[in-house]
């Protein structure tokens, strides 16, 4: 069984650029979860995605977007950076959409805007 | 609101201690997990305890879900025990998971 992987781990890019982050789910999860964590906060959720489709968003500005393969994996992308959008990007994997199951993370993308 | 608070913020302990993080949710708030965050940055699986209490090794947790808390017990702790515990819960709509604002552990040799 292969667990929550992420990519790149670490990335710097420059303000108003765009960025794309990728996470691979937990084999038999059909649920990904994003979130930001900034420094000396607990994360925050960005958006859920089941079945290949949006499934609830947290409160952030449609710039950040995302996507849900057919194998499960999925993208985050952030387009015109800002710098406050520096921060740990954390992915979870989970069994069914909204259902209260055990989510497992990823080992994080520490995005630095410059 | 939606709430989860975690007590205390920031813990000091010399190698050998016990301790007790606790963890307040609100109504809307159920089904917790328990995380403890490498110096790397990723969320550890401790526990997830919708009610009752759960044993790995050294380490316990309790909740109860009818008053709101969950507590988490570090026994004869060790140095690799310190970073960051973040307990969580789901928000009843929507499949989010509320994080409190964590505990940061540090056992000293």
């Known amino acids: 069984e292969t667990g929550v992987t992420q990519s790149p781990t670490h990335l710097i890019k420059t303000r108003g650029q765009q960025v794309t982050l990728r996470c691979s789910s937990q084999s038999g999860h059909n649920t990904v979860s994003w979130y930001q964590q900034a420094l000396g906060q607990g994360p925050q959720f960005i958006f859920q995605?089941?079945?290949?489709?949006?499934?609830g968003r947290g409160n952030f500005p449609p710039r950040f977007s995302g996507l849900q393969f057919p194998n499960y994996s999925s993208e985050l992308n952030v387009n015109a950076l800002e710098l406050d959008d520096s921060a740990l990007y954390l992915c979870?994997?989970?069994?069914?959409?909204?259902?209260?199951?055990?989510?497992?993370f990823g080992q994080g993308t520490r995005l630095t805007v410059v | 609101g939606i709430q989860v608070e975690q007590s205390p913020p920031d813990l000091i302990l010399q190698e050998g201690a016990n301790s007790t993080l606790r963890c307040n949710f609100s109504d809307s708030v159920n089904n917790l997990q328990w995380f403890h965050q490498n110096p790397w940055g990723q969320l550890i699986n401790l526990f997830y305890i919708p009610s009752g209490t759960k044993q790995n090794g050294r380490l316990s947790a309790t909740t109860v879900a009818t008053e709101r808390y969950s507590l988490l017990y570090i026994s004869s702790s060790q140095t690799t025990d310190s970073g960051v515990y973040f307990c969580a819960g789901f928000y009843n709509q929507g499949g989010k998971l509320i994080f409190g604002q964590g505990t940061e552990l540090s056992v000293k040799p």
């Open positions: 995605y089941y079945r290949e489709e949006e499934n």
């Open positions: 979870a994997s989970s069994l069914g959409g909204t259902a209260f199951t055990e989510a497992f």
